[in-house]
């Protein structure tokens, strides 16, 4: 078959290597990366808009598309490339809301009683002030309405970080448009994971869990990143907290958008803080997380295109999903300074070398068969083990063996 991917990061990178596992497809990436290169055929597009990918994996008269990240499809890439035809694994523009309007999402889950951080919003920078300075508790978390690529939430500490934040947020227009609303929530104390399940509209299948660290040094430090590694499974999610998850939240999600005619037909990841009161929702993503993807494609025994059609063809009720047992262990290899400022075009060298482990490229470019560093988040490189030790250990053994100028990765990947 011929697979669209859509996307340039680790995520995408390890979507095209599931399914270049299965020895079958031609696969086109969109854009791609250095990493594609070698199992896909890279399609550049000028832009990132939806109407410029659809054109383009129409010319490349693709069958299937698995679209990686969020913008897109809050942009209704699913829902076109369905209209034409494909197999798609994504939602459409109504039910990719959950993600691509924080305000909205809110709502979404006040209708259907899924737990999550009480709140209110706000269209004016007036009255988000007042409401601000009639006294809130703190912390608490200031968010501009939507995709802001991860940087759109500020936690306050007091009435002066805050009137600062909506300052930025919806006068100065730090995120743009995304900050014509903002919404101000409760700080919630716990454990944070994420919780991703494959969707049909009707029915879903949870994937193995997986923990993730966002911060940008060892022992959780520093400022908050695309993520710099991850390990799967998560010992913090036992099968009872998985029932209450499926229960309290994936299941009232699943049925809420069916009510509201809006099927959800992808992957849909809950964030969750474990707090005393038990699990509440901190956000919904739309898509496949990076770099939990890293850690899960590599466990997933079922071929990942087979997902997708039971996906497309709503038979996840008695479809089964069959699992490495062995954990794995994913470690990303930044460019130093990253995520503030950082050199790119370093050379990257050793990729060879890795023999046990998984190359996952996410900012690389490949140039005259060289591979040359191009975003912040360079690679990661995943392993599997008989115990996370022994991923770990492997992982760490395998990315030892890449170097470029600045490299830079978290020494603690997997350590609980
Ligand atoms: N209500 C909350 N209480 C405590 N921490 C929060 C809350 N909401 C968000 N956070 C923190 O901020 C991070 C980013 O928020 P999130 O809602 O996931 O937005 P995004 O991923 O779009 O930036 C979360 O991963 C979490 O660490
Ligand atoms: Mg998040």
């Not at 997986?210 to 913090?236: A, W």
Request: glycine share 12%.
């Amino acid at each position: 078959m011929r697979i669209a991917v859509i996307g340039s990061g680790g995520r995408e990178h390890a979507i095209v290597e599931a399914l270049a596992s299965e020895k079958k497809h031609e696969i086109y990436a969109f854009p791609g990366n250095g990493g594609t290169a070698a199992s896909a055929v890279n399609i550049s597009v000028h832009g990132d808009s939806s109407d410029e990918l659809l054109e383009a994996v129409l010319t490349q008269q693709c069958e299937m598309a698995i679209i990686g990240p969020e913008k897109p499809l809050v942009e209704g890439l699913a829902d076109r490339l369905r209209e034409k035809g494909l197999t798609v694994l994504g939602p459409g523009a109504g039910a990719a809301r959950i993600e691509g309007s924080k305000v909205w999402a809110k709502k979404f889950m006040e209708r259907h009683h899924i737990p999550t951080a009480g709140y209110k919003a706000f269209h004016a920078f007036e009255e988000a002030l007042e409401y601000v300075r009639s006294g809130l508790s703190y912390p608490a978390v200031i968010k501009a309405d939507g995709l802001a690529a991860g940087k759109g939430v500020v936690i306050v500490e007091n009435a002066r970080e805050a009137e600062q934040s909506l300052l930025d947020i919806m006068v100065e227009k730090q995120f743009g448009a995304a900050g014509d609303m903002v919404e101000i929530e409760e700080f919630l104390k716990g454990t944070e994971t994420s919780y991703l399940v494959f969707c049909d509209g009707d029915n879903f299948l949870p994937m193995v869990t997986s923990k993730d660290y966002k911060k940008v040094y060892d022992g959780d430090r520093g400022l908050n990143t695309g993520g710099m590694g991850t390990f799967s499974p998560s010992p913090l999610v036992d099968e009872m907290l998985e029932n209450i998850v499926q229960e309290t939240i994936v299941r009232k999600a699943v049925e809420g958008f069916k009510e509201e005619g809006i099927p959800f037909t992808g992957v849909l990841y809950a964030g969750l803080m474990l707090t005393e009161e038990g699990p509440k929702v901190l956000e919904f993503n739309c898509r496949f997380g990076d770099p939990e993807t890293q850690v899960i494609l590599p466990r997933l025994k079922t071929p990942l295109s087979e997902v997708v059609q039971a996906v497309h063809e709503k038979k996840l009720k008695t479809f089964r999903l069959e699992w490495d047992p062995r954990p794995a262990v994913c470690i990303i290899a930044a460019s130093s300074g990253y995520p503030v400022s950082y050199q790119k075009g370093k050379p990257v060298t050793g990729l060879d070398r890795v023999k046990q482990g998984i190359v996952y490229h996410a900012g690389t470019q490949k140039k005259e068969g060289k591979i040359y560093t191009s975003g912040g988040r360079v690679l990661g490189v995943t392993a599997l083990g008989d115990s996370l030790e022994e991923a770990r250990t492997t992982a760490y053994r395998e990315i030892e063996k890449v170097t470029f100028e600045g490299i830079y990765y978290r020494k603690d990947i997997g350590l609980l």
